[in-house]
């Protein structure tokens, strides 16, 4: 029998930030390769508003981001895959030689795209 899984609480992005700060080398490198995923808000926005439409005529709540995730992931061929890996390769390389964005520059960043969205959202309302 599968177990529903519990909805995390929510946090605010101030509490975001906060744990980002305590994440490890390692660990801000993941999130950083995460987000740089969505960074394709092309590809992204689309992709949410087709899955919004969809869940909509089934009588669903919209998706979330990690559904949007997801869907990507799926769409992706096993070359794409291969050809992503080998991306984040390089860019660990890069890292382990010095060759990063000072994290306050993608603090910022994250920052303003997320008062972007939320005004976005706050428009939608």
Known sequence: MIMAQPKPERI????VLKLVDQLTPIERRQL????????????WNKLKQDLTEKRST?????????????????????EELDALRREI?????????????PAEQVLAKLRARADKRLEEWKANQ
Request: glycine fraction near 6%; proline fraction near 8%; aromatic fraction near 4%.
């Open 12 to 15: 605010s992005f101030d509490q």
């Open 32 to 43: 950083r390769q995460r987000l740089e995923f969505q960074s394709c808000d092309d590809e």
């Open 58 to 78: 089934q009588g669903l709540p919209p998706p979330t981001d990690e559904d949007v995730q997801d869907e990507i992931d799926a769409r992706r061929t096993p």
């Open 89 to 101: 390769q390089i860019g660990l390389k890069q890292l382990d030689e010095g060759k990063c964005v």
